[in-house]
């Protein structure tokens, strides 16, 4: 996943892929020189090879075996561009053969290199006409226009035809399409829970509604309630209430103001399947095993980064120049998200909510032995315990060794040297390997992750137990040594930064673990001296990689323990459910999230999803059913009740996210690959849209409409292991209560 920019990205408006539009107005000024070609090849330049003219277009043969996208270009410098203007910039171009994937940019010519605009089209043998436009929010005579095509593992041919970059262009407007204007749940409600939908109109009074089933039939009816203006959409919208109807049956759909929503069910069964998906969807995030076909259909690919060229491996991986001068074995464990990165802290954050979700589910049996359809399935430990092992046990693997500097420390992060561009499999990744730096906060999450475990494998596997307890243990002992050792938010080159100098929370959550698999004392004083331990931790997100006191909180309140005052820490789980309750019933979406100033955070998703855990323990702990409901209501949004009117969870809904940023689920730029498997959360919509794709669509947009299912966002529409963690977590209590 990526959390921090490097080159800087500057860019507004709109973005197409049509073909190209006429030549340039009397008021439009072209910038490219000989973009027919019709002179000669000059000033184009081609690296590492010439350029050649063949049937009126240049063309260059692009070698195989390349790393980078950058290796191998085709471009023109000294181009011109003026803060505020819009541009244009459309070309034709070929691929032979049919597939490769080529990385569009107007950027800047010289170092640091920065990127203005980006697109990523898929070319053809027969040749395509690509236009694109963009506002630049910088003025300079240093930008160039070029292709990058490295990054291949076999050669191919490049051709390129009248490229243009016309400036005063009219900008282009993004009009999402929102479909029908009556928003529902569109994959079920629940036949006992709550039932509403949410209704844009411009209509400020009541409005009649009516309930229809599969045959057309009116089975209820009722009046909206005006909600007014929504400040997270910018809509003025009413609500529908349809709780007292409790027929189970698919097909429903509402009707009101002349608009009939997307189709739905009302049945709790949808839930037991997204359970068992959202679980599955980290055996295809594997590292280091093939992803058997049997098991998983359209899904599977050899194993990635095992040592076999061109992957350099992590069998052997090597410290960033000055780190250490040793080297690790840290095979296995999960891709952490649409990139071949593996990070401790967000391993740990996911870790840790699977584990929790196995140990508080209220059917084990649910989550046991051959549910989830992995290769471990069989062996008599139940498969959401196998499946969290293999990301444990890469865990354990980036602790620093006994007799090295720092140790007992833990890296915070192993990644290629350099971004790669996507499509690509993971087997094929040619880029170096390195460890990164180690981290209190990536020592502290061994340390809660691993003392976890050790209670819970220790009925399946006693050695494996201790090991984990061990380590625990000494991550923990380690981390108190060196409590400061922060990840650079500077160290973002090929992977993501994960950067956090704030580690009170990690220490709390650590000594919480460890204090509930051990009772020894000395862990609750740690945890009663914490400062985070009387805090109010539950902000507008609950939790998250960055901030994880509420995991502890969580788990001293819900989970059997001795801690002093243990009815207080509960009681805190209490208020932290009321106030998101609160939240949730004043939005007219039914939310229970409102960031300030309506800035939605980068994987807002996940954010809405780990509030609803802590509705869910509230429940848990008192057995009101307002916290359970506010649960049941939250998934509405998750499922297609918001303003873009889709779900964010592939394969959920009529209209669902499909398209999220992963360099081997890209179906959008090679029809070979597939989508991301059914059960795959997106991240959801993000305010400050950091990608360059987001920022072309969306500059300016309005909360709940910050957000593109196209697999260029990055910012918005990523796929993580710790986003899918709290869907499957919440899935599988509402699972448990029907």
Partial sequence: ?????????????????????????????????????????????????PLTLTDGKACMDVPGGTSNRWDVAVGQNDIDLVAGETYRYSFTASGDPDGHVARAIVGLAVSPYDTYFEASPALTVSGDTYSYTFTSAVTTAQAQ???????????????LDDVSLVGGVPPEVYVPDTGPRVRVNQVAYLPGGPKKATLVTEATTKLPWQLKNAAGATVARGSTVPRGVDVSSGQNVQTIDFSRYHKRGTGYTLVADGETSRPFDIDAAVYEQLRADALKFYYTQRSGIDIREDLRPGYGRPAGHVDVPPNLGDGSVPCQAGVCDYKLDVTGGWYDAGDHGKYVVNGGISTWQLLNQYERTAEPRKLGDGTLAIPESGNKVPDLLDEARWELEFLLKMQVPAGQPHAGMVHHKIHDANWTGLPLLPHLDPQQRELHPVSTAATLNLAATAAQAARIYRRYDKAFAAKALAAARTAYTAALAEPAIYASVADGTGGGAYNDDKVDDDFYWAAAELYISTGDKTYARDILASPVHTADVFGTGAFDWASTAAAGRLDLALLPNKLPGRHQVRASIVAGAEKYLKIQNAHPYGVAYAPANNMWDWGSNSAILNNMTVLASAYDITGRDRFRNAVYEGMDYIFGRNALNQSYVTGYGEVSSHNQHSRWYAHQLDPALPNPPRGTLAGGPNSSIQDPYAQSKLTGCVGQFCYIDDIQSWSTNELTINWNAPLAWVSSFIADQN
């Fill in 1 to 49: 996943m990526i959390r921090t920019l490097g080159a800087a990205v500057l860019l507004v408006a709109g973005l197409t892929a049509v073909p190209a539009g006429p030549a340039a107005a009397a008021d439009e000024v072209e910038q490219v020189v000989n973009g027919g070609f019709t002179t000669g090849t000059d000033p184009w330049w081609g690296n590492p090879g």
């Fill in 145 to 159: 226009v070029a292709l990058q095509v490295g990054g291949s593992a076999d050669p191919w041919r490049l051709c």
